[in-house]
């Protein structure tokens, strides 16, 4: 699950990284919150890459 919305997150990055200028400060907080939360699971340890 936690894999699945950091996916989502980082193709609306990618996407507002591309072509939504107005919105791309805000994919790019979603982005930095998506890598939290992978770096999160991994330290955890729940689930190794």
Known sequence: ??????????????LGFVGFHVL????HILLVI???MILVNIISGRRPL
């Not at 699950?1 to 990618?14: F, G, K, N, R």
């Open 1 to 14: 699950m936690l894999y699945t919305i950091a996916v989502i997150l980082i193709v609306l990055w990618l």
């Open 34 to 36: 998506a890598i939290i």
């Open 24 to 27: 791309g400060n805000f994919i």
